[in-house]
């Protein structure tokens, strides 16, 4: 038995001399150079004394060095669990409480801040930096000849924590055959090859720049500019070496407020993918518009990794994920008595295929609660399957409004406030209201300078909308509270805005 995901990353890669990535210092990677690299760092875990079944935590920036931690940790037959670089020390005592790493890695810089937390929870603390660290010397030191540690598909590769906007993170436990069976049908799907070079300005702490970009390239034999973090200077400057590139909705609305951004400068690319966080069907359009490109949406999460995406030829629709991938299944059933429901009616959002996740850390009541006796695991998304099979998201299933015993979907509500001239995005939320149980209130970004109030949004939607899904508050702000893959944090605004509703209403307004 060999180490599975390392073993099928090894059997479909390209000459060890070709390119792998390409980094904004100006160093470049061969394949042979991945392997040699990884195994280093697998040679460093194993010389801390990391077993198979261990977890190793990671808080570190961006860099090639910690894509080949990963790598290492895998082919050391260990648990990669990486956490997101803005959590904080209190965070972070949380995550190494719960999962118990061995060895965990941060930054250099916060080695003596998140020490006791690390001795706390039992595990070596290792720091690895841009170009410095402990683990960094560690790997340097060790040879890069080392025999990978035995796996079977479904041994885990991977705890992720989900980004927990409401309630604790739960360690969501990946096996190798998740992440390889995903990584195989996203390389058939989206037409990955040799001669692909993929820009990555994704984060690698989360399920889409650590799994989807970066196993897509190294299950395809691709390679990759890996840039630091996403700077529209950056991706301009290597744009014209690329042929694709993966972002979330942010990345693509920041670019279309670029004059470099023309057809000219995309007619060599392949391949535009977004996900992470809804992409507004302007923000499709205006893409469209000012390069020729349709943007690929797709549809994935913590637990599944991609559970569906719009095709790689034919029409890519505005609104929608697309459709389920080869060997996935999708279905959509009443949130109350589980049972499926027709097309084009919304429910909730159930997938099941060999990209779904093993359970939750430590948490099997949880797991059972999520699971349906069939197998199919509860996204907690609710969304529709229209009549032509396309899937399209409304909102997760806590951003429901009940509303005078009426269902309210934030999204329907959005995109008609979306549409109107001089919004550039809203999120539309439940407030606690005496009389309906929750309120609708919408939160709108205007297009600077627009002349939009919140009584002419209020106004226009009078005729679009049934009155009970009408806001009975509108608020127009700068900027909507975002994570650090951009999606919008609504468990934030509702926190924000009860107490200001609750005062407006007790006002009479």
């Not at 080949?68 to 956490?83: D, H, N, S």
């Not at 959002?349 to 609660?369: L, M, S």
Request: with cysteine.
């Amino acid at each position: 038995m060999g180490n599975h995901l390392f073993d099928l990353i090894r059997s479909r890669m390209p000459a060890p001399d070709a390119p792998f990535a390409l980094l904004d210092d100006g160093r470049r990677f061969s394949y042979g150079d991945m392997v040699a690299v990884s195994a280093r760092f697998a040679a460093a875990l194993t010389g801390l004394g990391v077993k198979p079944g261990d977890r190793v935590a990671v808080q570190v920036e961006k860099s090639f060095e910690a894509l080949m931690l990963y790598l290492g940790t895998v082919r050391a037959g260990a648990i990669f669990l990486p956490l997101n670089t803005a959590y904080t020390p209190a965070e972070i005592e949380y995550f190494l409480g719960d999962a118990e790493p061995a060895v965990f890695v941060c930054d250099p810089a916060k080695a003596e801040a998140l020490r006791p937390y690390a001795e706390k929870a039992g595990a070596k603390l290792e720091t690895l930096g841009i170009g410095n660290g402990s683990l960094l010397d560690k790997a340097n030191a060790a040879s890069g000849d080392f025999a990978d540690v035995a796996r079977g598909p479904d041994d885990l590769a991977a705890i992720l924590y989900t980004s927990g906007t409401t309630g604790r993170s739960k360690g969501a436990m990946l096996s190798h055959d998740n992440l390889s069976s995903n990584a195989l049908a996203l390389v058939d799907y989206w037409r990955f090859g040799k001669g692909d070079v993929l820009l990555h300005a994704l984060p690698i702490f989360h399920t889409h720049g650590l799994f989807v970009a970066t196993n897509v390239i190294l299950l395809s034999g691709a390679s990759m500019i890996l840039l630091p973090k996403f700077d529209p200077e950056q991706v301009f400057k290597y744009l014209p070496q690329a042929t694709s590139m993966m972002g979330v909705p942010t990345f693509y609305v920041r670019l279309l407020q670029d004059a470099r951004l023309t057809k000219e400068a995309t007619k060599h690319m392949r391949l535009f993918v977004s996900g992470s966080a809804p992409l507004l069907a302007e923000t499709h359009r205006e893409w469209r518009e000012k390069t020729g490109h349709a943007i690929l949406e797709r549809y994935g999460m913590t637990e599944t990794n991609m559970n569906t995406s719009n095709p790689y030829e034919g029409d890519r629709v505005a609104g929608t994920v697309g459709f389920p991938l080869p060997g996935v299944s999708a279905r959509v059933t009443d949130p109350e008595t589980g049972q499926e429901i027709a097309r084009d009616e919304i429910g909730m959002i159930e997938v099941k295929g060999p990209n779904v996740f093993k359970g939750y850390w430590r948490n099997p009541e949880k797991t059972k609660a999520e699971f349906r006796a069939d197998g199919f695991f509860i996204t907690g998304d609710l969304g529709k399957i229209d009549l032509a099979g396309y899937v399209h998201i409304v909102g997760r299933g806590k951003d429901l409004i009940i509303t005078g015993g009426y269902n309210v979907y934030p999204k329907e509500v959005e995109t008609e406030i979306d549409e109107m001239p001089g919004v550039i995005e809203s999120a539309v939320i439940g407030c606690p209201h005496p009389d309906f149980g929750e309120g609708v209130t919408a939160v709108v970004v205007c297009k600077p300078g627009s002349d939009i109030t919140a009584k002419g949004i209020a106004a226009a939607l009078e005729q679009r909308l049934a009155k009970f899904k009408q806001p009975k508050q509108v608020f127009v702000v700068a900027e909507l509270p975002r994570n650090t893959m951009g999606k919008v944090q609504k468990n934030l605004l509702r926190e924000q805005y009860k107490d200001i509703y609750a005062k407006q209403l007790k006002a009479g307004e």
